[in-house]
């Protein structure tokens, strides 16, 4: 499984982001995938999560309200959008597949990772 983030960058705060991260490999179609973060210094945290059929997404409370999380199963792609960003956003932002539901947050849960894209806000 290969996961391919992209669409990180530098912004001013208030500004918008859209990540996305490209699945190939497994059948990512039947797991839950996810987005984390970590800034220097700081432990990953989980930021938003999505099940196989889009029905069901969690954000952390950080990010609620001013995240959207969404997949397209038939491109196999996974997208996050991040407005009204804030300079305690940054970090970078990792892809996470494989993952179960009810440990949505839990970056051991995922098997697979992409190599990450930086986000920073200013």
């Known amino acids: 499984v290969q996961l391919v983030e992209s669409g990180g960058g530098s912004v001013q705060a208030g500004g918008s982001l859209r990540l996305s991260c490209a699945a190939s490999g497994d059948a990512q179609s039947s797991k839950c995938m996810g987005w984390f973060r970590q800034a220097p210094g700081k432990e990953r945290e989980g930021v938003a999560a999505i099940w196989p059929g889009g029905d069901m997404t969690y954000y952390a409370d950080s990010v609620k309200g001013r995240s959207t999380i969404s997949r397209d199963n038939a491109k196999n792609t996974l997208s996050l959008q991040m407005n009204s960003l804030k300079p305690e956003d940054t970090a970078m932002y990792y892809c996470?597949?494989?993952?179960?539901?009810?440990?949505?947050?839990?970056?051991?849960?995922?098997?697979?990772w992409g190599q990450g894209t930086q986000v920073t806000v200013s």
């Open positions: 996470a597949a494989g993952g179960s539901g009810d440990t949505w947050y839990d970056g051991r849960r995922y098997p697979y």
